[in-house]
């Protein structure tokens, strides 16, 4: 079985701080990762994923995440938050053709 | 390159009543995964279609269902409607294997009253 979770259902940060989002994973088999973001009323929007490789992966809009195997965890960050980033952000995980599972969502709200 | 586009956006339904809803995936993309995203439930995965076979399936009871067309374009059905089935419905498409990236639509937004 493969699960994934998100232990802060809510971050506040203030612009121009850095951001970290967290995210943990259980996975048998080699984890594919991957966060989204999503805006009020839209889908959901790929920001970066991992697969294999250098375990700093870097994505749209300035985010970056950091695979880390012994700790399981796979955490977003971005070195200065904007306001427009302010959005619901979901980390998921794949592995051997199962489905994608979705954390419950961390909503980032990032004030002036 | 046109993203993934669900039909209807918005539907109002009423308890009893079946809905279907149309999703078009990237061109070239030959799997199909739907979601169901509630505030209480977050995102609950409902299928997924590869080639017209489902490889994956969700905890869903058997009113919901779903198929994929040779052309890729799938469909899901949700007969019976319960007040609880309303949500957003996400559909997203990708090229198939595990590593590939999965691309959202923007959801149909289905009410039951």
């Known amino acids: 079985a493969q699960s994934v979770a998100q232990p802060e259902d809510q971050v506040n940060v203030a612009e121009g701080n850095p951001l970290t989002v967290k995210c943990t994973y259980s996975v048998s088999g080699n984890p594919y990762l991957f966060w989204y973001v999503q805006y009020p009323n839209r889908g959901l929007q790929f920001l970066l994923k991992?697969?294999?490789?250098?375990?700093l992966v870097k994505g749209s809009y300035g985010f970056e995440a950091e695979f880390n195997k012994s700790q399981t965890s796979f955490h977003l960050k971005k070195p200065s938050a904007l306001v427009s980033d302010s959005a619901l952000y979901f980390c998921?995980?794949?592995?051997?053709?199962?489905?994608?599972?979705f954390g419950a969502g961390t909503r980032l709200t990032v004030k002036p | 390159k046109a993203g993934v586009t669900q039909t209807p956006r918005y539907l109002i339904k009423t308890r009893g009543q079946q809905v279907t809803l149309s999703c078009s995936p990237i061109?070239?993309?030959?799997?199909v995964s739907w979601y169901q995203q509630t505030p209480g439930q977050g995102l609950q995965f409902l299928f997924e279609?590869?080639?017209?076979?489902?490889?994956n399936k969700g905890n869903f009871p058997g009113r919901f269902s779903g198929r994929q067309f040779s052309n890729s374009r799938s469909e899901m059905n949700v007969s019976t409607l319960e007040l609880g089935d309303s949500a957003l419905y996400l559909c997203?498409?990708?090229?198939?294997?595990?590593?590939?990236?999965?691309?959202f639509g923007e959801g149909s937004w289905l009410t039951v009253v």
């Open positions: 998921a995980v794949r592995s051997n053709n199962n489905d994608m599972r």
């Open positions: 991992y697969i294999t490789g250098d375990n």
């Open positions: 997203a498409s990708s090229l198939g294997t595990s590593g590939n990236t999965i691309y």
């Open positions: 279609y590869f080639s017209e076979t489902q490889r």
């Open positions: 061109s070239g993309h030959r799997s």
